[in-house]
């Protein structure tokens, strides 16, 4: 089982980024997470296996969405508007269970490495 995110990079602020993670097999559930320096990893939205459902932090309501294309294997997180606050490392992670949509991280099974993404002010 692989997860592999990327697009992070150096953005100033009020910009806008793509992320993508790239799976090697499609999952349920999928979430994205952040930790930024000196912080916990954090939820910042997931998506459903199917797209139906999604649930975002509210510091990112209404300026990230996250997407999928199962065809592709694929869950993408669109960041506009970003703020120096949003910097982070990004991850992604992958449920194995079919019956939840978990925010939580210690409900994920499998993980990807991160991808560093940098607002400037």
């Known amino acids: 089982v692989q997860l592999q995110a990327s697009g992070g990079g150096l953005v100033q602020a009020g910009g806008s980024l793509r992320l993508s993670c790239a799976t090697s097999g499609l999952f349920f559930s999928m979430g994205w997470f952040r930790q930024a320096p000196g912080k916990e990893r954090g939820f910042v939205a997931v998506i459903s296996r199917t797209g139906q459902k999604t649930y975002y932090a509210d510091s990112v309501k209404s300026r990230f969405t996250i997407s999928r294309d199962n065809a592709k294997n694929t869950v993408y997180l669109q960041m506009s508007s970003l703020e120096p606050e949003d910097t982070a490392v990004y991850f992604c992670?992958?449920?194995?269970?079919?019956?939840?949509?978990?925010?939580?991280?210690?409900?994920?099974?499998?993980w990807g490495r991160g991808t560093l993404v940098t607002v400037s002010s």
């Open positions: 992670a992958a449920d194995a269970n079919p019956f939840r949509v978990p925010i939580s991280d210690h409900e994920y099974t499998y």
